[in-house]
Structures are given as structure tokens and as C-alpha cells.
């Protein structure tokens, strides 16, 4: 499969404790790609903004829906990857290009990595004692 690039309303991106979530409207009642598209959902993807100061990231394609007027993408996007979606935060509310990628990493892999992350981040920081150390 190829890429995907589509001229997209990125609507939306909130905030959860695990993830972020991104949404972007297709302002149309033709969906261009729509036959790729529709085999995407509940895979993993990368999204690239076109032209755009922005690396690219990996995303959960979590749904599509479809209206006579739009097409809603969402995507899920793991907390850890904050230094990378944080710099998608300035093209909310805007047309853009977005090329979307499907990716060879499985739904497992996605929040096994997430995971690891996390058990990172709550290790001890360097130089810290842990609380065996401090009960000796």
C-alpha cells in the first residue's frame, strides 16, 4: 500500500493520560483514497505533515466516519511520542496536508512500546536511592 496524502481540516487534538488524540475532517462528500482508507482503521500508521516543521509520527488509525458533508480520521497517538505531537499543536484549526502511511508495527508493538516507556519513566532518576537502599 502507499502513501496517502490528503487535504485535511486537523479539527482536534485532546489530551489523555495515555494518549493523544487527533482528529481531522475531509471536507467533502468524495473521499478521495476512500477504498485504501477504509482498510486502515484498527492498524498502525504514520502521519506526516506536508511541508510542515513536524517529524513524523506513529498512530493507531482509530476510526473513520463518514456524513454527507465530511470524514472524520481519528487517531491515537501515545503519550510518550509528547516531543514529536507537541509540535502538531500549532496546525490545529487548520487546513494541511497530511500524508498518512501504513505501518509494518502491529497494535501490540504500539502499546507494548508505550508500556516500556512508562515503567521508564517511573524508575528511579540517576543518582536517586531506592527504597531498599534506604532501608539498609
Same mark, same amino acid.
Request: net charge negative.
Given at each position: 500500500?502507499?502513501?496517502?496524502? #490528503?487535504? %485535511? #481540516? $486537523?479539527?482536534?487534538?485532546?489530551? &489523555? +493520560?495515555?494518549?493523544? %488524540? ?6 467533502? &462528500?468524495? !473521499? ?7 482498510? !486502515? ?5 504514520? #502521519?506526516?505533515? %506536508? @511541508?510542515? +516543521? ?6 493507531? $488509525?482509530? *476510526?473513520?466516519?463518514? +456524513?454527507?458533508?465530511?470524514? %472524520?480520521?481519528?487517531? *491515537?497517538? *501515545?503519550? @510518550?511520542?509528547?516531543?514529536?505531537? &507537541? ?9 494541511? @496536508? ?11 508493538? $504500539?502499546?507494548?512500546?508505550? &508500556?516500556?516507556?512508562? +515503567? ?10 531506592? !527504597? ?5
Amino acid at each position: 500500500m502507499t502513501n496517502i496524502q #490528503l487535504n %485535511v #481540516l $486537523f479539527k482536534k487534538m485532546q489530551k &489523555d +493520560d495515555k494518549k493523544e %488524540v487527533l482528529m481531522f475532517h475531509v471536507q467533502s &462528500d468524495e !473521499l478521495p483514497h476512500a477504498d485504501e482508507l477504509l482498510k !486502515l482503521p484498527g492498524s498502525i500508521t504514520v #502521519l506526516e505533515i %506536508v @511541508d510542515g +516543521d513536524v517529524e513524523k509520527v506513529a498512530a493507531e $488509525f482509530a *476510526n473513520i466516519q463518514r +456524513d454527507n458533508k465530511k470524514t %472524520v480520521l481519528k487517531f *491515537n497517538v *501515545n503519550a @510518550d511520542s509528547k516531543g514529536k505531537i &507537541d509540535k502538531f499543536y500549532p496546525y490545529a484549526g487548520r487546513n494541511i @496536508d497530511l500524508i498518512i502511511q501504513p505501518s509494518q508495527m502491529t497494535i501490540e508493538e $504500539f502499546y507494548e512500546k508505550s &508500556d516500556e516507556t512508562e +515503567d521508564e519513566k517511573e524508575g528511579a532518576a540517576e543518582g536517586q536511592m531506592s !527504597l531498599e537502599e534506604v532501608s539498609q
